[in-house]
């Protein structure tokens, strides 16, 4: 489009061959064309007139140190400038009409898929389905992205990918999660089943390019939820968004309360300074060689270079909220040592579900490469060999993942036994 001389060799080398005075005309059908940039096409007219280089289109001869020609010429380098802004005016147009119908047709993220009559729906892979349903369940259970991370990492949990590039376009790749992938998919209002236009707004670079900023929620153009089918509802989207940008706030006036950290203390992240309303912190000292919880509000002294508000012994605090604790929940002991077991139980099924699926995936791969090998010429020798070097590698993860899937299975019987045996105790102390 010539908007920007970044990455436009040929015009570069032009712009060069003027500067050094080897060039004695530069003729063109419409020379405006060369830069629709007025500070590219003005620097080029100024090369022109000092090494005295003519410029020459189909409506005549210029020069461009004559104040008339360059008067010209700078005349069209204008319009043709113009004529580039109103055709880009046109695109966002037609894009905007578009998405204000929802009908705007933006790449899916992966468990999400196009139909042949161009609806989104919902991947047919029950694999991938089971594992971006637990990312949502895991997250909400857990309450932090972080440690949902680290609880696919810890159960050796895959996570899908859709390549958009390369000679492996649109294939599935499972790979251990992200911090930022696992993000990406709690911010995503896609799958909550909504259309969403204008999540970023673009920003000219000054080397050329654009780049995209984030918008804040409230300001999306465009909001549209429940029009296509999606892994979980619009207010369980917003419930989540909430608690994301909580856990964002390092600390300040705004949070109120944060996700559990690593730590014996019982109340960390729920307590709030009695005399200015700040959250406060832990801090762990020895005791007879035991951490000892102390809650601290450094508000007023993290801000105002202040003193501490005050502090409260966790050893005093915790116990007598445990035994409240307790004495509230001892009439429902046996509906809550019920709920935990479901809730274990459940997450177990899902979990194995999860592998028993990645184990047939892997499965079908060695089937696939076992095919591709068997039908090559055994005397072609530079494919078979290829052929077999990847169907080995197939079954060898097949067999890596065999193998993991039975050391862990023991472990897995037995978690949800001693999940139910530890709220048991817990209810009947």
């Not at 020069?63 to 319009?79: E, I, Q, V, W, Y």
């Not at 960390?268 to 000892?292: A, D, K, N």
């Not at 897995?412 to 045996?421: I, Q, S």
Request: aromatic letters at 6%.
């Amino acid at each position: 489009s010539g908007s920007s001389a970044v990455a436009r060799d040929g015009f570069q080398e032009l712009v060069s061959e003027v500067a050094l005075a080897k060039a004695g005309v530069v003729m063109g059908l419409e020379v405006s064309r060369l830069a629709r940039n007025s500070a590219d096409w003005h620097r080029l007219l100024e090369l022109c007139a000092l090494t005295s280089t003519l410029i020459l289109d189909e409506d005549g001869v210029y020069d461009p140190a004559s104040f008339n020609d360059r008067l010209l010429l700078g005349l069209k380098g204008t319009m043709s400038e113009a004529e580039l802004h109103f055709l880009k005016a046109r695109m966002p147009g037609g894009q905007l009409n578009k998405a204000s119908r929802g009908d705007l047709k933006i790449g899916p993220p992966v468990g999400l898929v196009y139909l042949p009559d161009g609806t989104l729906a919902l991947d047919p892979d029950a694999e991938v389905q089971a594992a971006l349903r637990m990312v949502f369940t895991t997250f909400e259970r857990l309450g932090s992205a972080t440690r949902t991370v680290k609880f696919f990492l810890d159960e050796g949990i895959l996570f899908p990918r859709r390549l958009r590039k390369g000679p492996h376009k649109g294939e599935l790749m499972w790979a251990p999660p992200r911090h930022a992938r696992i993000l990406q998919v709690l911010h995503n209002p896609r799958y909550a089943g909504a259309f969403v236009y204008g999540r970023t707004r673009g920003r000219p670079r000054p080397g050329g390019g654009v780049s995209q900023i984030k918008v804040d929620m409230a300001d999306w153009r465009f909001v549209m939820p429940d029009l296509h089918p999606g892994y979980i509802d619009w207010e369980r989207f917003k419930a989540n968004q909430e608690r994301l940008a909580a856990n964002a706030q390092a600390y300040g006036m705004q949070r109120r309360a944060g996700p559990v950290r690593e730590g014996s203390a019982l109340l960390q992240g729920r307590v709030l300074c009695g005399l200015c309303g700040g959250r406060m912190g832990v801090h762990y000292s020895q005791e007879h060689g035991q951490p000892v919880p102390t809650y601290i509000c450094q508000e007023t002294a993290t801000r105002r270079g202040g003193k501490v508000c005050q502090s409260v012994p966790g050893k005093v605090v915790d116990p007598a909220v445990g035994a409240l604790l307790v004495e509230l929940m001892t009439p429902m002991t046996l509906e809550v040592t019920l709920a935990v077991q479901r809730e274990l139980e459940a997450r177990a099924a899902e979990m194995d579900t999860l592998r028993r699926q990645h184990i047939e995936r892997t499965r079908h791969d060695a089937e696939l490469a076992r095919r591709r090998y068997m039908k090559v010429d055994p005397d072609n020798r530079l494919v078979a060999d290829t052929l077999e070097a990847e169907w080995n590698e197939k079954l060898r993860l097949h067999t890596d993942v065999v193998e993991d899937y039975e050391r862990r299975a023991p472990e897995e019987a037995a978690r949800p036994a001693r999940g139910c045996a530890a709220a048991s105790a817990l209810a009947g102390a």
